[in-house]
């Protein structure tokens, strides 16, 4: 993960489990909605709150890959690459590691909008939101895109 997003940390709680034991999609997905949050909170953290009042921001899509199972108690270490920004969208890519083994148990791919809540419609981000976006697509361009990146749900057929 490169600076300057700090990861986000979290603790796999009981009502995250479901019946068979181990967390449920939906809880993976909570856990990656807060390393967007804490994205856009970086990002608009010297902004005026009254501006931060209007501006927010819409996730219009988003692609989960389960990739191994973790269970009540485990720490998840969440990671947050920029991937793409234009003036009213951005591109996030999330990996989430089991924190006490040390493997990827998930990741997850965000597309952003902005969002003006007094319109509730889409909006521009303000100049500096935007600029901060782009510093820190910059820095996240020397990374390599994760391979998980773009996909699509597909069957994959033999010929």
Do not use: C
């Amino acid at each position: 993960m490169a600076e300057p997003l700090a990861p986000v940390i979290e603790t796999v709680r009981k009502e995250w489990i479901d019946s068979f034991g181990h967390l449920n999609m939906a809880y993976y997905v909570l856990a990656f909605d807060s390393a967007t949050y804490a994205f856009w909170n970086h990002v608009t953290r010297a902004r005026p709150q009254p501006e931060r009042d209007v501006m927010a921001y819409a996730v219009v899509e988003a692609h989960v890959n389960y990739l191994r199972e973790v269970s009540l108690g485990q720490t998840l270490r969440i990671t947050t690459q920029v991937v793409d920004v234009d003036g009213k969208r951005f591109r996030l890519f999330h990996d989430m590691h089991q924190v006490e083994e040390g493997y990827l148990a998930a990741t997850n791919e965000v597309l952003g909008l902005g969002f003006n809540l007094a319109t509730r419609g889409v909006a521009a981000f303000t100049a500096p939101v935007f600029a901060e976006i782009e510093t820190i697509l910059k820095i996240h361009s020397s990374l390599p895109i994760p391979r998980q990146a773009g996909r699509a749900i597909a069957i994959p057929r033999k010929p």
